[in-house]
């Protein structure tokens, strides 16, 4: 196979990976979010603890934080990038959440995402994710806009 056909194989596999993720947090669904953690994730997010360390640890996050999301919403992505060499890959993006609950704090802001991907065994992996959110350096507090 072609260097070019496998690098966009491996670029598929991890927008769909992304995609399946997405769908997992929209229906609240904490095993399906899991399922494709590596076990010794690592997770920096935009909200205490700033780091977890292994999927067990991260699932309690998600377990914690889901019932504060919104009953019923969709994710939007932007600016989506893959960097794939061999069995590493890493990706960023933009996104928000979207839905009829437009007052809910979830849908005030765009969040950015970056996530490493590592294949074992022919199976991509995620490996680390850096979750985000832009602030203002003068005030020190985040921003929160609907508007890019």
């Given at each position: 196979m072609a260097t070019e056909t496998i690098q966009a194989?491996?670029?598929?596999q991890i927008r769909q990976l992304i995609a399946?993720?997405?769908?997992?947090?929209?229906?609240?669904?904490?095993?399906?979010i899991m399922s494709r953690y590596a076990p010794d994730v690592v997770f920096y997010d935009c909200k205490p603890p700033f780091q977890t360390k292994?999927?067990?640890?991260?699932?309690?996050?998600w377990e914690e934080c889901l019932p504060?999301?919104?009953?019923?919403?969709?994710?939007?992505?932007?600016?989506?990038?893959?960097?794939?060499?061999?069995?590493?890959?890493?990706?960023?993006?933009?996104?928000?959440?979207?839905?009829?609950?437009?007052d809910h704090p979830a849908m005030q802001t765009?969040?950015?995402l970056t996530a490493g991907y590592e294949r074992k065994?022919?199976?991509?992996?995620?490996?680390?994710?850096?979750c985000s959110l832009p602030f203002d350096p003068p005030t020190g507090k985040a921003v929160f806009t609907l508007d890019l």
């Amino acid at each position: 196979m072609a260097t070019e056909t496998i690098q966009a194989y491996d670029e598929a596999q991890i927008r769909q990976l992304i995609a399946d993720q997405m769908d997992a947090v929209c229906a609240k669904d904490v095993g399906r979010i899991m399922s494709r953690y590596a076990p010794d994730v690592v997770f920096y997010d935009c909200k205490p603890p700033f780091q977890t360390k292994g999927a067990e640890d991260y699932r309690r996050i998600w377990e914690e934080c889901l019932p504060c999301f919104p009953d019923s919403f969709a994710m939007e992505t932007r600016d989506l990038d893959i960097f794939v060499s061999g069995d590493l890959a890493l990706a960023h993006w933009l996104f928000r959440f979207t839905g009829e609950e437009k007052d809910h704090p979830a849908m005030q802001t765009w969040m950015r995402l970056t996530a490493g991907y590592e294949r074992k065994k022919g199976s991509w992996r995620i490996v680390h994710e850096h979750c985000s959110l832009p602030f203002d350096p003068p005030t020190g507090k985040a921003v929160f806009t609907l508007d890019l």
